[in-house]
């Protein structure tokens, strides 16, 4: 399996998957004209992909989703909440491409295996997605204010972890936004902090050089280098050690990340 974010944090989002036999995209959060032009950059033909999965309906993991799908016939997938919250955006989907699925049950496509996880956020009905083709095991959860341990036994045994780091804690209190919205993003249906999501991977890394992409980072209130290091501090109290135990780089937030390939790719 491929893993390959193609833009992360609350501007847009898109990340681009690929098995022997399946092409998809989670989300698609940006101008379509950006993510065909991206979808270039990695010589990903977008009518060969078989769906986009959308995890919820805010615009930065939708925007370029309707268009996408009416250009090249691309199906889409979402829970019910969400297609009816995310219709003003998205627009008609021909029939033929608008496939349902229900949040905690897991779907196919193709060698493509996928179980659907519900997020806490302040959306109408999140979604975080785990993936496998047989060989590699990718869990993935962004835009979620609580981590349940149902969630960690889900994601456990992944050879990736694409985890949220939203934000530092201390620069989202003492930083720009207003009270309402940091007490928005700090809630448990917000979004994971640095502190948050380093917890998360203390009760789950397994110390099998699992990979972690730190991912949707905020602008205004967080910092690459500074969540790197509170990640490999927080870890390390736990005696997980970066390089002995896994390995960890920052989703880029414009352009795409180097490619994550699963065992039998590399
Ligand atoms: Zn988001
Ligand atoms: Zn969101």
């Keep these: 399996m491929k893993f390959?974010?193609?833009i992360s944090g609350s501007s847009g989002n898109c990340q681009y998957i690929e098995t022997k036999e399946t092409k998809i995209l989670v989300d698609a959060g940006m101008t379509g004209k950006k993510i065909q032009e991206l979808l270039e950059e990695i010589q990903?033909?977008?009518?060969?992909?078989?769906?986009?999965?959308?995890t919820h309906e805010h615009y930065d993991?939708?925007?370029?989703?309707?268009?996408l799908a009416r250009r090249y016939g691309i199906k889409v997938f979402a829970n019910e909440n969400t297609w009816m919250a995310m219709e003003k955006t998205v627009k008609t989907i021909p029939?033929?491409?608008?496939?349902?699925?229900?949040?905690g049950e897991d779907f196919h496509i193709k060698d493509l295996?996928?179980?659907?996880?519900?997020?806490?956020?302040?959306c109408v009905h999140g979604t975080s997605f785990i993936l496998e083709d047989g060989?590699?095991?990718?869990?993935?959860?962004t835009d979620t204010g609580w981590v349940s341990t149902t969630m960690m036994e889900k994601m456990k045994g992944a050879d990736l972890y694409y985890i949220e780091a939203n934000h530092d804690e201390e620069m989202l209190r003492t930083g720009p936004y207003s009270f309402a919205?940091?007490?928005?993003?700090a809630s448990n249906r917000g979004h994971l902090s640095n502190h948050h999501a380093a917890d998360v991977l203390s009760k789950i890394l397994e110390k099998k050089k699992e990979h972690v992409i730190l991912a949707h980072m905020s602008t205004d209130n967080n910092d690459p280098l500074l969540a790197v290091r509170t990640f490999r501090e927080d870890l390390a109290l736990h005696n997980i050690h970066e390089g002995l135990h896994f390995t960890m780089e920052v989703a880029k937030k414009t352009r795409p990340s180097d490619p994550f390939l699963g065992k039998e790719d590399q």
């Design 113 to 122: 295996s996928i179980q659907t996880i519900p997020t806490f956020h302040d």
């Design 44 to 54: 990903v033909d977008p009518r060969d992909l078989d769906g986009i999965l959308v």
């Design 95 to 103: 029939s033929g491409q608008r496939q349902v699925f229900t949040t």
């Design 61 to 67: 993991h939708t925007s370029a989703v309707g268009v």
């Design 181 to 185: 919205l940091k007490q928005r993003i």
């Design 135 to 141: 060989k590699t095991k990718v869990s993935m959860l």
């Design 4 to 6: 390959q974010p193609l």
